[in-house]
């Protein structure tokens, strides 16, 4: 296991290392299912906070462009973001899965607390501190980027980059022409008992005043048909899965140099029922009744783009409200002893969030040896849940068996069959300061430091109800439990890089970098005396070093990267016995996660190219972490971090005949991840299969393709996730079966 920063030596070695292991090139990190294209060097990111190109920014970076994205036919995180170095995806719940990157994380289900990886749109969060009540995955339709940061961004992002971070950059109006663009899509899903899949997506974009003001509308449904049967209910293909988006925003160039931009956008998805199912290797799940989902998420924003001659400013603001509504159906006997049909008990969950943010920014222009920025931002996030179980009829079998209940009424454990009630309330508040500065005394060196100074608090109060769940010391009670925090933490997140220019076309880079992610009040505190109130921030310190070069005129692109993280005060999600398994964070234990990063891409022929992503990574625990209800009282050191396969490969093979009739491309994905625990002592994994996707497309007419595809094309029952032990109700998720399809574009 890498234990401490890998240096030079270890770089080039790692470099070599990776030149010579199958596959013998690696796709370069600006693609993810497409190659590299002629134009791939133009690329601009927002990487820093500032537009740079690429291939000149010295960290480990993917950036897949909206073309790269269509050509792909990407839609959600899933169709591209596990084809990324150092990038896994945990698929278990569409609207609140999370990506993590080089395996910082606890759980393969939902990290209790914050996530590890942040998450923006334009450079505004997503994500509130906290556990999240959703993640927005934003459909690729009329995005100009998505940008992947790899390693801790804790210094110009804040909280919830431990691994790093995902920011959607989605196109916005465009003042100097007319545009309108497209798309239709028809598919078929293996299991789905005929019913087809289908997404149907417009966008216009249209001046006002010319090179002035512009308007730019998208609107898109998108429908995918369920799989999964549900013995329990009967239903055959259950988990069907909708999604609505709608994006607007208006763009005002009153002068030359300024800018002013709103932005706003609505996405909303539907699951009818659960994706997890009950055997990997069938396709059937068992509930008594079905668990639907909903999130939703309404962003507005307003952006000054404001150029000063010697600096460029940078101001917006945004609101974002989300929302989540959850059913999920117990197996459990609780009050009644039925377990099955509308009589069996089920969880009805609510929340809502909503994240005010502002931030201003300047940043130096010119080329001078000097480069800074500096900055300040500040944010506002409100929470509420409540969580509810009921069981029908619970109330009347406890009234007619009070013996059974401590002579409690039903009325004063099951109001309203309501077994369990949890409330929970949360203000989170972030202010950052934040800057770096940039000396290059000669072209081919540069030195960058940077830091952010941020002042936290966490005000939050959770109430567990009365009810008849059991299992608590003192047996059943009529009186609910509360608990509540109130807690600042302060501090300064470094990052240092050296960077080093030898040639034109070649850089090599060293960073330190540091992130944190806040702490918060503990799920179900006040319930057992033995839950802590409060869990605290955990950090990462992350070394790394890297090389981006090109060969051969650029026929052969390169990017390879070595990192070691040392993960302290690990923010574990850990779970007690039955029958209520509630949940709680303890700060306990440290990590390291060591690995090599490589990406690549030959042009073995003017028509083709051949491009294959390549990650191996050690995730392990450095000391013991404890769990009062694990077999051995907690998990030893040495012990795999949750999720963290050592090898995910992802290859291409693109033939494209630009000059032939109808421009013909033809192109064959995989992708592998190996085995990986799911949980903390859980025996299950997920991993250890290769996926198979082809896809063949033809213009017909100026601005007009037609694109054919088959996705799993040998329909393997790849396992994403088994997070749960409890064999009453096994819990795994599969990669979609088979399914092709047929997507028409249209440009104007």
């Known amino acids: 296991m890498v234990r401490h920063f890998l240096g030079t030596t270890a770089l080039a070695g790692a470099t070599l290392l990776a030149l010579g292991a199958p596959p013998a090139w690696a796709q370069d990190a600006t693609t993810a299912a497409e190659p590299v294209s002629s134009g ?70 939902h990290e209790q607390g914050q996530t590890t990886v942040g998450y923006y749109l334009n450079d505004i969060p997503l994500v509130e501190p906290g556990f999240p009540i959703g993640i927005p995955d934003v459909d690729t339709f009329d995005l100009d980027r998505v940008e992947v940061l790899r390693g801790p961004q804790g210094t110009l992002f804040g909280s ?125 799940r068992v509930s008594a009744r079905k668990e639907p989902q909903e999130t939703s998420f309404q962003l507005h924003s307003l952006r000054l783009d404001q150029e000063l001659g010697f600096a460029n400013l940078t101001v917006f603001g945004s609101v974002n409200e989300k929302k989540n509504t959850t059913v999920f159906s117990y197996p459990y006997a609780y009050v009644t002893g039925v377990t099955t049909g509308a009589a069996a008990a089920y969880s009805l969950g609510d929340a809502n969030a909503n994240i005010k943010q502002v931030e201003a920014r300047l940043a ?98 959770v109430t567990n109800q ?69 869990y605290d921030s955990d950090t990462v310190d992350n070394y ?78 450095t000391a013991f972490l404890p769990d009062t209800f694990a077999a051995n009282g907690g998990y030893a050191s040495g012990t795999t971090l949750p999720g963290s396969s050592r090898w995910s490969v992802a290859n291409n093979l693109v033939l494209d005949l630009p000059d032939m009739a109808l421009a013909p491309t033809v192109e064959v994905a995989h992708r592998y991840i190996s085995s990986a625990p799911v949980a903390f002592g859980n025996p299950n994994t997920r991993g250890d299969f290769s996926q198979f996707d082809a896809r063949a497309s033809v213009t017909l007419m100026e601005k007009v393709r037609l694109l054919a595809f088959v996705n799993n094309i040998f329909d393997k029952r790849g396992i994403l996730n088994a997070p749960f032990t409890d064999q009453a109700a096994p819990a795994y998720s599969i990669i979609r079966p088979r399914t092709y399809g047929v997507r028409l574009d249209v440009g104007f």
């Open 364 to 461: 130096s222009s010119g080329t001078g040896p000097f480069r800074w920025l500096i900055g300040a931002s500040y944010m506002s996030a409100k929470k509420f849940s409540y969580d509810q179980i009921f069981q029908q009829g619970a109330a009347a079998f406890i009234n007619a068996n009070p013996a059974l209940f401590g002579g409690y009424s039903g009325t004063q454990l099951t109001p309203g069959d309501r077994l369990y009630g949890y409330v929970s309330d949360t203000l989170n508040k972030d202010l950052g300061v934040f800057g770096e500065l940039s000396w290059r005394p000669v072209d081919q060196f540069e030195i960058t430091v940077g830091g952010r100074y941020y002042d936290t608090q966490a005000k939050a109060t």
């Open 160 to 284: 919830s980059t431990l691994g790093g971070l995902v920011n959607y950059v989605v196109k916005t109006a465009d003042p100097t022409r007319i545009e309108a663009a497209g798309q239709g899509l028809v598919s078929s899903t293996g299991n789905s008992g005929g019913d087809v899949n289908y997404a149907a997506k417009l966008m216009v974009n249209v001046p006002i005043i010319q090179d002035k003001l512009a308007v730019r509308l998208m609107a898109l449904q998108r429908y995918d048909a369920g799989f999964l049967d549900n013995v329990g209910t009967g239903d055959e293909g259950s988990n069907d899965f909708r999604t609505r988006g709608l994006r607007g925003s208006i763009a005002f160039t009153p002068l030359e140099g300024t800018k002013l931009t709103y932005l706003a956008v609505y996405q909303e998805t539907r699951l009818s029922d659960q994706t997890y199912l009950t055997s990997p290797t069938a396709l059937e």
């Open 466 to 534: 009365a009810g008849a769940l059991g299992g608590y010391p003192g047996g059943y009670t009529p009186i609910g439990s509360s608990g509540s925090v109130d807690r600042k933490e302060d501090g300064f997140t470094p990052k240092a890089t050296l960077s080093f220019r030898p040639a034109p076309g070649f850089l090599a880079y060293m960073t330190y970098s540091k992130g944190f992610r806040v702490g918060g009040i503990n799920p179900n505190a006040g319930l057992l005396a033995s839950i802590p109130a409060a």
């Open 544 to 621: 790394e070093a890297g090389v981006k070069f090109g060969l051969f005129g650029n026929r052969v692109l390169i990017d390879a990267t070595v990192f070691s993280i040392d993960w302290k005060d690990i923010q574990a999600r850990l779970f007690g016995p039955a029958p209520s398994y509630y949940s709680y964070v303890t700060n306990a234990g440290s990590a390291n996660i060591g690995g090599v990063e490589f990406a690549g891409t030959v042009k073995l022929t003017r028509a083709l190219t051949f491009s294959s992503n390549v990650t191996y990574q050690d995730a392990q625990l």
């Open 40 to 109: 791939a060097d133009d690329i601009v990111v927002t990487a820093n906070k500032r537009r740079e190109n690429l291939r000149d920014v010295a960290m480990p970076i993917s950036a897949v462009t909206g073309e790269q994205l269509a050509k792909a036919n990407a839609n959600s995180l899933s169709d591209y973001i596990v084809r990324l170095p150092g990038v896994v995806f945990n698929d278990y719940q569409p609207g609140v899965s999370e990506v993590v990157i080089r395996g910082i994380a606890a759980t393969t289900y």
